[in-house]
């Protein structure tokens, strides 16, 4: 049975949330964000993020996937989720709920780039860059974490604990 022990609770998750909402409604002012939720893990953040934005939003939903139902990334990528909309000439944010290798959002940033957006810009929740392989920066990160695996706040283990309301480091001792 794994244990869960809290990382970064509620409050702060939610107080995170608001000033990265600030942030990027003031680097948005006067255009219309396009957000893309990688699915299933930035539903959440997506969610709460979304609701601040004082600027225009739309939205739509891609899923990803680089690993199994396992905690080791297998560094291969497969799209199981197209966009439903184009996004040529839209000023698109990237929505992701952690970046560990950076393999997935290098991918999806080549990919999502050759559609001729305006613009393409990364906010992720949580980032472990002690675990990058490839050169990639979110624009907007909302917490920095050591290398542990976590779930919580969309985030599972093997499908489970993505409704826990904070995130959780798990350990299976
Ligand atoms: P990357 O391609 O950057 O290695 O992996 C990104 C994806 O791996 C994330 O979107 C997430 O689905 C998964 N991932 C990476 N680290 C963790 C972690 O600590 N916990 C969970 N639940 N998923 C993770």
Redesign the pocket.
């Known amino acids: 049975m794994e244990q869960i022990e809290v990382l970064i609770s509620e409050e702060e998750v939610e107080t995170k949330i608001c000033e990265l909402a600030k942030q990027i409604s003031i680097d948005y002012a006067g255009k219309e964000v396009h957000l893309i939720a990688?699915l299933k893990?930035s539903v959440f953040f997506t969610c709460e993020l979304a609701k601040r934005l004082t600027v225009p939003v739309t939205m739509d939903f891609m899923t990803v996937s680089?690993?199994g139902d396992g905690m080791v990334?297998a560094g291969q990528i497969t799209i199981k989720k197209e966009l439903d909309e184009d996004i040529d000439g839209k000023e698109v944010l990237i929505v992701?709920?952690?970046?560990?290798?950076?393999?997935?959002?290098m991918h999806l940033k080549k990919l999502l780039l050759g559609r001729n957006p305006a613009s393409l810009k990364i906010a992720t929740l949580l980032d472990?860059p002690d675990c990058r392989e490839v050169e990639i920066k979110p624009d907007y990160c909302g917490f920095v974490i050591p290398d542990r695996?976590?779930?919580g706040y969309g985030?599972?283990?093997a499908q489970q604990y993505r409704n826990l309301p904070y995130i959780g480091v798990i350990d299976q001792k």
């Open positions: 990688i893990g680089s690993y990334s992701e709920d952690i970046v560990d290798s950076g393999h997935t959002l472990k695996y976590v779930v985030l599972d283990y």
